[in-house]
Structure formats: C-alpha cells, structure tokens
C-alpha cells in the first residue's frame, strides 16, 4: 500500500462504501504491479506463456484438451495501463488449460450421488456444498467429461450474480451446470492470483462487456476468453497474493470495528435521548440536556441517530417537556367538556343513535406525568373516526367516477398524488367520504411497522374520497389537526399502533374502535398552536443536520475517490520528501516562538493560534492539528505538549510562568539553531505565507489573536461542511456552538474582528484541514 494510502486509510473506510471501494483499489494496485516491489531476479511473464503454450500443445497431442480456436493479437490501444517490467498481458484463454461450462440440459437429479453445483454455490465466500442438488454419479462422471472442476480451478457465473468468482479449494469431486464457467489455470500461473484479478472491476467490466449500453443478462464464453490479463512473474503472482489477503484481514477487521463502533453508536445515543423521556423533574431533564448538547456534534453524525433524533424530540414535545405551559391558558379538560356537550346536543337533535360509549379516561392512564392544564382523552374523543368505502370490481365504471385515496397514496406526514385511482361513489357515497382539508388518513391495514402511519390532506384535489384501507380522522374543536398528525406520527414511532393492532402473519389491522380507544394527551389550544410550532423548528433543525451529513458524505466521497484517482494514475508525481509530522510541527513552533518570543504579549495561547493560523493559509498538510472549540480554541494540547517539551529537549526554548498570569518562552543554549532545519523542511511560498502570519500577528494582544483564529476556524469549518456563509452565522456559530467562555467578547466586538479579517485575504479560510470538534450546541428556540 503507498504511504498516500496508507495516511489516508481512515478517509478511505469511512467513506461511504469506502471499504467496498478499498477493497476494489487494493485489487487494482495488486494487478497494475503497484502493490509490491519487483524483483529483477524473477523469471518474466513472457517465459510462463511459452511455458503455458508447450504445456497445452503436449496435452493437445494427448487429447486431453481440444485444439484451441486463434485469438485475435491484443491492440495497444486495448492495454488498459502499461505494465511493470517483466510483466505481459495475455487473452484469458491463452493461459489456461481449459474454459468451458457446465451441463446445458437440467440433468435428472437424484436423492444422493454426485454434487451438481449452480451460479448460487458460487459465492464470494467460496464454493458451498450445503444445499446441493444430486446426479447420479454415473452421469456425474459423464457431465465431467467435458467440464471437470478439480482443486485449483475457477468457477464463475455465468447467470445469477454475473461474474461472481470462487476458487475449488476442495478435493470432493462434482460437476457443473451451464450456469457456471470453468477456468482451468496452467501450473505456470498461480490460479490464486488468476482469481484476485477476476474480482477487479477491470476484469468484470471487459466480462461484463461494460462499454455496452444495453444490460448483460448472461456471461458468454467468448467475452470471458478474451478478457485481457496482466501476468507478472510466478514468484511475484504468490508475493502480491499474500499482501492482498493481508490487507483484505485488514478490511475484515475495519469491518468489523465499524459495526461495533455503530451498535455501541447507537446505544449511546438511544441512552442519553432515553434519560430525557425518563427524566423525573424539570433539573433532571436540564441536567440530562445539557449532557447530551455538550457531545451533540460527536453523537448526531449518521442518519440513523438523526432519525432517533427526529422521533425523541418529537416524542418530548408531545409530552410538553420542551414547552412552556401558560397558566392562563383554559384547561383542556375544560375545552373537553364543552364540545362533548355539544356532540351530544347534535346527537340528541337528529335523534340518531348515541355514539358509542368510550372508557372514561383519567390522568391516572398517561405513561408520564401530565403538565399543567392537560388531560388524557380517547382519540374517538377528540375527532370523529371513519374508515374508507369499500371497493369492488363493479366500481371500476359507472356515471359517478371520483378520484380516491388509497394506502399507496399515504406517505409520512405527506401524501403522494402522482397516481390516484378512481372509482365509481354515489352521491350518497361521495357525501360520507369526500375529504375535508384538515383532514388525517392514517393506514388501517399495512405492515406491522406502518400500520396507522399518519399523513395530512390540505385539499390537493377538490372532491376526492379514500378506501377501506384507510382510516380518516376529522378533529373537532377541542384539537388543531396539526397537533394531531404529530401526535399520531409519535404513536407510529413507539409502537403504540402497533400494540393495539390485531396482527396476522404478513399484515397489521387498526380498525376504527381500536384506533378510537388509544389515549390522546390533550393540552390546552394555545398549548398546542406552541407545541405544533415548536416541532416544526425541530424537525426543520434535523432536516438541516440531514442535509450537512450528506454534504459532508459527498465531500469525503468526493477526497476518498481523488485519493484512489492518484493511487491508481501511473505518472502521479512524487510529493516531495518531507521531514517527519513531529519533526516539522515542532520546527514550526521553534520559527514563531524565535521569532516572537520577545513580544510582551506572546504566550502559549498565541502560540498556538499562530500556528492554527500558518497551518490553514500555508496549507502545511504536514502538521494535521486536531483542533477542540474549548475554552482556548481552537486548541490542540496534545500538539502543544508535543512541540514544548521537543523544542526544550533540543534546548531551543522552555516554558515558563510569567509573574502576573499565564506563560511566556524563554530562550536556551540552542536557541535559533532549528533555522537550517527549518528551511530544509518547508518550501519557500510556505515559508513565505508563515512570514505573512507571523508579521501580521506580532502585534496583536492575545485576545485579539484568539478572536481573529476562533473566526476564522469557525468560518473554514462552515467551508468544510457546506453551510452557507454570513457574518450573523458565523458569529452565532461562536457564540453559541462553541464554548461559553466566547461569550465574554459581545456580538458588536465580533463582527468589527470580522470585518478587520476581511481586510487581508490571507484571513479568508478556503475549507483546509479538518473540523474543529466539540463545543457547544443550542437548539433554535431552546437554549
């Protein structure tokens, strides 16, 4: 692996897919001879096809194998990269004994026998023999005279997964079916490194005929035989096999890291939203809140915890923890009251039969602690139920057509209207199930996960119905639909539909009177207008953390694949040689302290902003601070601890209190003899943009020096993440998503800092290095 790689190995896995795609480059630099060293000592390729050639015409002569059909001479503009010397490239079917499939006709099975192995036995794990089928083993033996599979062979498929090769490392004698290809290597190849290079995407896509604009539904013998192949010499096909099993183990072990990291990710996650729900009074929850914003930008970083995320906050918005309740708000057991006592008015004046009787609710049923002025209702309290028209096939015409809603069309929160059916409603019919805005279509029959998923209908389509499969729920006055829809997105998300679903194998029923018999928390109207309000900042908050994760996926996507671009380009140019990280990042520390050391306001603390400062605008990759937004951020002990105690080991300069507050360098025996080094270490447009930096900080008080780098790392950070740029936003950022002791400089001082760095194009951050991390994190509307 090249040193370029092997720094970037992190950027790499954590790509998305990246250890997919790192797995396919080390298949690439295997077979481009980029892998490992050559050995001029080795035997050339070309003496193995010679080798190969004598070997086939011996067994020609014996009729073991049929004479073999010409293949065209390969092109030069067919060589898809120039080979290492020593190296040839050859036609697939040159350097192999034998190509050909298995059994075209199904052959009769058998209870036992012979194995009769298909494109499905042939996985990326090896050949596998669990589910079988069986031929007798009398034309077992007559299939293997045309196509005999031995340890050693090749087996790839021809139908199913096409191109998907293993290798025979097993002596149990089976046969083929056509759905497999058999490649047969010469004892002059490794069939090991033959089948390394039959997994690369080159290979597959020449198989595959990848330039081809129509879709390959089977392999064909042909495209396989004349698939080019870069051979290297024998004793370097086993070198470049071991380091590839060597760094695959490595990418298993990646792997597996990864899926622990994620599970143990999650639970953590899962754990501190947890201790919010759970909290037993309001210092508990602010305890828990603040916990869990202090790590907000280490623990919201894949869509699955935003989406726990999304669910926990809407979950505690419901339960009025996120809310102010107003003591002046009428009681919603009040509210309640009222528009019972209406519906009953209605009920007794059309003289139709009383609704049916709900169990009372009391605020005993509530799984939580209900706020002030809330109380605990049946859903059939609160909303009229009603479940959608039945459909049969005589509504397919008729003079009444209408447009209806149906499962297909209900989405989460939204309804999808790019296919809406129609059936014939009557009048009548239209009159009861025709749609009001403000209405909510919830799923009566789905699966087990989305039965009762909600979604809001705000009159896209005047006149439309909905079908039995779907459940609607018109509020009356004592809820606002908005409230309502949040309310039921939370019983999705916790399983509360679920639990009060009759289920059967495949599918989950909510039907009208089970829906109806589900308590709904119920808070005053103001209160809900508040709570509806709140949830939309909310889940406009995580949409926002959605979209920076994807920005920043496509970003590391975007780095990950130049990376494999320069790790695979032949005449990439070697970067120069430089000194190691440590060395230069303590021989940078030793030009600025040398440099400053005498300046009344140089300490530790500008130290390190200095040198925050030259690594962004030099672009000195060599340095990689990883930088926190703590109390003197952005700061990076371990660096400095590193760089202090090295410059005193070479007796350049010590660090020493001052006598009032903080610390100051003081020169020793060797002090100003890392010059030569120095200058060894960086180029002169680095060392000259450093100067700039150095010059231009000389005479800056500290916090001057603070202010301007936090700025500005808190700008490159916006860079790096995609997020549009604005003094009010950036200024925000470090003020409130950073550490709270920025708040000692006013708004007013930061931005008069801001507009000062705008003056000097070297204070203008263009998205190098990496993210700051930690800090601070203040929800909008809830600090």
């Not at 926990?312 to 002046?328: A, E, H």
């Not at 030569?676 to 943009?689: D, G, H, L, M, N």
């Amino acid at each position: 692996m090249t040193a370029l790689l092997t720094e970037s190995l992190p950027l790499l896995a954590g790509a998305p897919n990246g250890i997919k795609k790192l797995r396919e480059l080390i298949l690439e630099l295997a077979v481009r001879g980029k892998l490992v060293p050559q050995d001029l000592s080795d035997e050339p390729a070309s003496e193995l096809l010679k080798r190969i050639a004598e070997e086939k015409a011996r067994l020609v002569a014996e009729g073991k194998i049929k004479k073999p059909k010409p293949l065209a001479e390969i092109a030069e503009d067919e060589k898809p990269f120039e080979l290492p010397r020593g190296w040839q490239w050859f036609r697939l079917a040159k350097g192999v004994i034998k190509l050909t499939d298995g059994e075209h006709l199904s052959p009769p099975k058998a209870p036992s026998g012979m194995p009769l192995l298909t494109a499905k036995d042939v996985t990326d794990s090896g050949v596998l023999f669990e589910s079988t089928q069986f031929v007798t083993v009398e034309n077992g033996l007559k299939y293997r005279e045309r196509c005999n599979p031995d340890r050693g062979d090749i087996l790839i498929c021809s139908r199913g997964t096409i191109g998907r090769c293993a290798a025979v490392e097993t002596d149990q004698v089976f046969c083929l079916m056509g759905s497999v290809i058999l490649v047969k290597p010469s004892v002059n190849t490794f069939y090991r490194y033959m089948l390394r290079y039959l997994q690369t995407t080159l290979a597959q896509q020449w198989m595959l005929g990848a330039s081809s604009a129509t879709a390959v539904s089977a392999l064909y013998l042909k495209d396989v035989a004349n698939c080019l192949v870069p051979l290297p010499p024998l004793a370097e096909q086993h070198r470049i096999v071991a380091k590839v099993d060597e760094l695959m183990a490595l990418c298993d072990r990646l792997e597996a890291q990864q899926v622990n990291a994620e599970s143990a990710h999650t639970k953590l996650v899962q754990a501190l939203l947890d201790s919010l729900i759970q909290a037993s009074d309001a210092d508990d929850f602010a305890t828990n809140w603040k916990r869990l914003t202090e790590h907000f930008h280490t623990l919201f970083t894949t869509e699955p915890s935003i989406e726990t995320l999304r669910k926990n906050l809407l979950q505690l918005v419901m339960m009025g923890k996120l809310v102010q309740q107003n003591p002046n708000d009428e009681p919603a057991f009040e509210t309640l009251k009222r528009v019972e006592e209406k519906n009953q008015l209605a009920v007794n004046s059309r003289k139709s039969k009383k609704p049916q009787q709900t169990i009372e609710a009391t605020p005993e049923i509530a799984s939580f602690d209900l706020p002030s002025g809330w109380t605990i209702a049946r859903v059939a309290q609160v909303g009229e139920i009603k479940l959608g028209r039945q459909r049969s096939p005589k509504d397919h015409f008729g003079e009444h057509m209408t447009p209806y809603l149906r499962v297909a069309n209900v989405k989460e929160n939204a309804l999808d209207l790019s296919d809406v059916k129609e059936m014939n409603f009557t009048p009548a019919e239209q009159e009861i199930f025709r749609l009001q805005p403000g209405d909510i279509l919830l799923n009566e029959g789905q699966s087990k996960e989305l039965v009762g998923r909600p979604a809001f209908f705000n009159g896209e389509i005047p006149g439309v119905c909905f079908q039995n499969t779907l459940l609607r729920f018109r509020v009356y006055e004592c809820v606002i639909p908005t409230y309502a829809l949040r309310y039921f997105q939370t019983c999705m998300h916790s399983g509360r539909f679920q639990q009060a679903a009759q289920q059967t194998t495949n599918i989950a029923h909510l039907s009208a009177s089970r829906l109806a018999a589900i308590d709904f928390p119920l808070p005053p109207l103001p209160e809900q207008h508040r709570i509806v309000a709140k949830v939309d900042q909310l889940m406009g908050f995580c949409d926002q953390l959605k979209t920076r994760l994807a920005q920043a996926r496509q970003l590391n996507e975007q780095l990950a694949n130049t990376l494999v671009e320069r790790a695979l380009v032949e005449d990439v140019q070697q970067a120069l040689v430089t000194t190691d990280r440590q060395v230069a990042r303590t021989l940078l520390a030793a030009e600025i302290t040398h440099q400053l050391h005498s300046q009344r306001t140089f300490g530790q603390r500008k130290l390190q902003k200095v040198i925050y400062l030259a690594e962004h605008t030099a672009r000195l990759a060599a340095i990689q601070g990883n930088y926190l937004r703590d109390a003197a951020g952005p700061h990076d002990r371990q660096l400095m601890n590193k760089v202090e105690g090295e410059m005193q080991t070479h007796q350049w300069y010590e660090r020493i209190e001052r006598e009032t507050v903080g610390h100051a360098y003081r020169p020793l025996s060797q002090a100003g003899q890392h010059r030569q080094a120095y200058c060894s270490a960086w180029p002169v447009a680095e060392r000259a943009t450093i100067e700039q930096v150095i010059e231009l900080m000389r005479d800056w008080d500290t916090d001057r020096c603070e202010m301007t780098v936090t700025l500005y790392a808190a700008w490159n950070d916006f860079i790096l993440e995609g997020r549009p740029v604005s003094d009010e936003a950036i200024v925000d950022e470090v003020m409130h998503s950073w550490n709270d002791t920025k708040l000692r400089f006013g708004k007013t001082e930061w931005l008069a800092i801001l507009a000062e760095m705008k003056k000097h194009k070297i204070l203008m951050p263009t998205g190098f290095g990496k993210r700051t991390e930690g800090g601070m994190l203040s929800l909008p509307g809830f600090e």
